[in-house]
């Protein structure tokens, strides 16, 4: 008798191993199907039948990218300062929150750039692992609205911080060193219904000059705005 109960727990608990390897089988191969789909849909259906599993957080981060790139790609395609305002009110935070931010100031100083609509990857096109050089010395912070000097200047991008704009300044000058050689970066403190912002502008020469040095950057997809004298 005590080798019959022995017998059956030994039973017991190989059933149970089975239905523990049977069950991280199913969402292992559940996991792979929603990567091979690579769909909104497909992760969804994963969450729907594996709540628990420790795949869950990461599947509802594929979600919301698939949501924050479907409602980019909404915002691009009507190209209104309000519908990059309401992509911002719902992704504060996202991938494309810059790229809106910098959209809705060129709206705010009357002229857009001429970009080809952006879609999710290009991104990784922007040099990865740079050492960023140290802060310009000759870079500053000035009022809202103001130069340091009267004359045109280009406006390359919207941030919250000084050191954002000033980090972006050294990628950009080495990624566009010939459109920005002479230049020296002005970084305008300004407010809007977004919240603080940081212009990272740079006077040029002339008018010329700036519509030729925006023209160049926005050919290579680097949104660039022209700001007239004040």
Known sequence: MPTVITFRAWSAALAAALLTVAGCSAEQQDWRAAEAAGTSEG???????????????KARE?????????DWQQASKLGTADAYRGFLAAHPDGRWSQEARIRVESFALGSIPRMEPQMPGQTASRPEGVKLLRL??????????????????????AF???ASANQEWQQLKLRFGSQLSG???????????LGELYRLQART???????SICNALKAQSQPCVLVPPH
């Open 43 to 57: 992760y969804q259906h994963f969450l729907e039948q594996h709540p628990d599993s420790e795949l869950a957080a």
């Open 62 to 70: 594929r979600v919301g990218e698939f949501v924050e790139d479907r």
């Open 205 to 211: 020469g002339s008018e010329t000059q700036a519509r």
């Open 160 to 162: 919250g911080t000084p």
């Open 136 to 157: 310009a010395s000759a870079s500053s912070t000035v009022p809202a609205g103001a130069l340091p000097q009267e004359g045109y200047a280009i406006q390359l991008g």
């Open 183 to 193: 230049l020296s970066p002005q970084i305008v403190r300004g407010g809007s219904s």
